[in-house]
């Protein structure tokens, strides 16, 4: 009798070791809660965007060609959740305006020369802040939402190009001529406004405003146009 009660003894003690405890092996990985996220407390993204110069319903702007003349962008956002409909966040992006000049009797600015083409290039370093209103409820996604806010550029750089064809080869027989100026002097070299978009997941309409002046007051040249509109893409 004491040899079967020791073999069951035995039997009992293997047991117990040799049981797996699985959770220090195999711990669960939604015992901490996930906060980054689309919908959750923080969230980060690319995106681009391409604008069109829309006119500024104003006779004091240049005449540019608006079809040919737009804004295009790629930067990074940060969004913070407060509430389920409702975040706040800010965006940093690198960006390059073109205004296609249009060459008719009252083109004055930048001069009242014709030229085949014609444009002037702003790039900047732009910051932006938002607040953001959510429509829908969602799971972890973006969703429907609406963003409203302000940016500020810094314009590092700006351009003033033309294009024009030669009657005839001059001596180098050449038939194109293209001219370039940079470092323009006219040129601010900070511009602040408003930001609005709409949107829906990665896909978005969005409009900027500018509040300030592009061209120095000084030059007194007609300033540039302020509205502009297009389509923005979220990557993530």
């Known amino acids: 009798m004491?040899?079967?009660?020791?073999v069951l003894i035995l039997f009992s003690s293997f047991n117990i070791f040799s049981q797996n405890v699985l959770l220090e092996e195999n711990p669960i990985n939604d015992t901490l809660i996930p906060k980054t996220g689309p919908n959750l407390k923080r969230f980060n993204l690319f995106c681009f965007g391409y604008e069109v110069i829309a006119d500024n319903f104003s006779n004091q702007t240049a005449t540019v060609r608006n079809g040919a003349s737009s804004v295009f962008y790629f930067g990074y956002r940060h969004k913070m959740k407060i509430n389920n409909f409702w975040s706040v966040g800010y965006g940093l992006n690198l960006n390059s305006s073109t205004y296609?000049?249009?060459?008719n009797?009252?083109?004055?600015?930048?001069?009242?020369?014709?030229?085949?083409?014609?444009?002037?290039?702003?790039?900047?370093?732009?910051?932006?802040?938002?607040?953001?209103?959510?429509?829908?409820?969602?799971?972890?996604?973006?969703g429907k939402y609406l963003d409203v806010g302000c940016y500020a550029n810094w314009d590092f750089a700006n351009s003033h190009f033309t294009k024009d064809n030669t009657v005839a080869a001059d001596s180098s027989n050449a038939k194109v001529?293209?001219?370039?100026?940079q470092k323009l002097k006219y040129f601010e070299n900070y511009e602040y406004g408003f930001k609005a978009r709409i949107g829906s997941n990665h896909f978005a309409i969005c409009a900027t405003y500018r509040f300030s002046d592009l061209i120095k007051p000084s030059y007194k040249y007609p300033e540039l146009p302020k509205l502009s509109v297009g389509l923005e893409i979220g990557i993530y």
């Open 105 to 142: 009797v009252k083109k004055i600015f930048p001069d009242s020369l014709k030229h085949k083409r014609e444009r002037l290039m702003v790039s900047g370093l732009g910051f932006q802040l938002f607040t953001r209103f959510n429509f829908d409820k969602r799971g972890n996604k973006i």
């Open 2 to 6: 004491k040899y079967i009660l020791l």
């Open 177 to 181: 001529i293209t001219v370039t100026e």
């Open 100 to 103: 296609s000049i249009k060459q």
